[in-house]
């Protein structure tokens, strides 16, 4: 069976995963998951070597070169696709960008990890701390007969109070709800929340599989980030106005 091999810097953790579907139609990944912080381009190409020494295969042996594509922060972004874009460029291999957001959605619908069940007909609503007082966000909704997930709201990039609710019952994935507790209004209107559902490599390689079946694939010069914001840092008076209105939130004994 088909390997891809993923990587996915889009947070604060190295995640890259070596992975394909075994004869029975379960998903087997070889992972290295590690909370390096800013740190990832430097654990990226050797994390990658380990997995293809351990699977005894070559780069070369691989489908394709998964990244995840965003939205999320912009120097991982980068480290993620510029190493997807040179290793299938040295590999002649075909580049699959999977959204991050979705990729946190799949890591709900997978499981395991002592996750729960994600129900029939629940929406998974993604929201993950963006930094600059706002939120990364986007539900989607798996479509049993089509094996795929569709959209059920658009991507935001906004501050919390802004983020929009899918029709109908939904789960919370990502980190925001830690971050900005009531602030996001869905924490307490969702039926579960599931903070630890962050984006990880072996959700990016089963997405993966199913894009390389329908034949959805990018040349590594095609390949490139997802961008929701156009700027990477607040000004001073930016954040000066965050921390005034963090501070009145607290002194008001509301969750900041």
Known sequence: MSWILAVETSTEWCSVALGRLADGGALE?????????????SRVL?????????AGIALSDCAAIA???GPGSFTGLRT????AQGLAFGADLPVIP????MACAERVRLGGEGMPALPPGVSVLVALDARMDEAYAGAFRWDAG???WQAAT???VCPPEAVSLPAGPFWLAGSA???FGERLKATGMAQQSVPEALPAAPALVSIALRALARNETVAAADAMPIYLRDKVAQTIAERQAAAAQRASLAAAGEQP
Do not use: D, I, Y
């Open 146 to 148: 089509a094996h795929e």
């Open 67 to 69: 990244f995840g594509a």
């Open 177 to 179: 709800a830690a971050v």
């Open 98 to 101: 999977v959204n991050s957001l």
């Open 154 to 156: 658009e991507m935001q």
């Open 29 to 41: 990944c070889l992972v290295r998951h590690e909370h390096t912080g800013p740190r990832s381009s």
């Open 46 to 54: 050797p994390a990658a070597g380990e997995l293809l020494a351990e």
């Open 80 to 83: 993620a696709c510029g190493v």
